[in-house]
């Protein structure tokens, strides 16, 4: 497994080919996943269902040909067991309670032990690397600021303004949530690690909201932590970091002891490599799959010839597949970077 072209890019070795999976591959693009969650009766309830997760992990590698599968589940699974309850409202995503406000707030905040409060993600990882022999599995989690906004805010957010102005006003709420998060990932993956997943991937989707100072002082301190400590007792495990419209904190992130840094579609790969030499990954639009074919077919090419400067190359999307996405698409894209990707 050690050999396989994902493991091989992200430790910057050259593959064969250039390898592909994507985000959110899983997902409500797909006419079975669709049937599967129905069958689950929510969300989450899927996410808490070994059988069916393992399922659901498994369906892109079958159905769209992708050369790894990610683990299905959700950002929110260890912020349940904090003692957080998380609603999925229609029109609305989730919705978060009781809202942190106060470092009392935060001292109620349970840090989840994995086999005790999540053994239904160990035993969905379980499930799948029986059946998943000859390819990888991707374990992941959220990183910390992403995560604490959610939880300051109560939900989503398009200013951020609960986060920021914690961070800013009160930074001892901001230190000790973000610890007591840091401690949730570190042990999260952990388990994930140890469960069996072959890489992980940090998804710190929403730090591009910030500028390099808040980053560097109020963030990447956290991060780095929880990288350091999982590389300090499973080095040979490859990890992702990932988060949206962050083209400009590449440089700081390439500090962080990661192999991969993942890029969105806004972040040019030439842009990416000026500031990094570790491996990338990434990075066409979600949107592109709506294209007609040979615009696809141009725009993946362009990417593999930029990539090929990289140390290592996993060819993405730059987010998630987008739901109204054509099965067929998502097929056409997979082939299409292993034609052109031969290396």
Not at 98 to 104: A, L, M, N
Not at 137 to 142: Q, R
Not at 163 to 180: E, H, I, Y
Not at 257 to 279: C, E, H, Q, Y
Request: hydrophobic letters at 40%; proline letters at 6%.
């Amino acid at each position: 497994m050690k050999d396989h072209p994902i493991l091989k890019a992200a430790r910057g070795e050259k593959p064969d080919y250039v390898p592909i999976w994507i985000m959110r591959q899983a997902g409500r693009y797909s006419a079975k996943y669709r049937e599967i969650r129905a069958k689950a009766g929510s969300f989450m309830d899927l996410c808490r269902n070994p059988e069916l997760a393992a399922e659901v992990t498994l369906l892109p590698i079958h159905e769209i040909g992708v050369d790894a599968a990610i683990l299905f589940s959700d950002i929110f699974v260890p912020v349940e067991k904090m003692g957080i309850n998380i609603e999925f409202v229609s029109g609305k995503g989730p919705v978060l309670s009781p809202v942190v406000k106060t470092v009392d707030d935060v001292e109620t905040l349970k840090v989840p032990e994995p086999e005790e409060d999540l053994p239904y993600v160990i035993e969905t990882i379980q499930l799948i690397k029986k059946k998943l022999t000859d390819r990888p599995l991707i374990g992941f989690s959220g990183a910390p600021f992403t995560l604490a906004s959610y939880i300051l805010e109560g939900g989503s957010t398009k200013d951020y303004l609960a986060a920021k102005t914690t961070m800013w006003n009160n930074p001892l709420l901001w230190d000790k949530l973000m610890t007591r998060l840091s401690e949730v990932v570190t042990k999260y993956l952990i388990s994930q690690i140890e469960a069996g997943v072959d890489l992980i991937q940090i998804f710190d989707s929403w730090m591009g909201v910030l500028s390099k100072e808040e980053y560097k002082t109020k963030v990447f301190p956290y991060t780095e932590r929880i990288v350091n400590t999982i590389k300090g007792k499973y080095p040979e495990i490859p990890i992702i970091h990932f988060g949206v419209n962050s083209g400009h904190l590449i440089e700081i992130n390439d500090k962080l002891n990661v192999d991969v840094i993942g890029l969105d579609w806004r972040t040019d790969i030439p842009f990416a490599l000026s500031k990094t030499d570790k491996s990338i990954q990434g990075n066409l639009d979600p949107v592109t799959l709506f294209a007609e074919d040979y615009i696809i077919e141009r725009k993946v090419g362009k990417i593999i010839e930029e990539g090929i400067a990289a140390r290592g190359h996993i060819f993405n999307l730059g987010h998630g597949i987008l739901p109204k996405t054509d099965p067929s698409k998502a097929r056409f894209l997979v082939d299409t970077v292993h034609r052109l990707g031969k290396l």
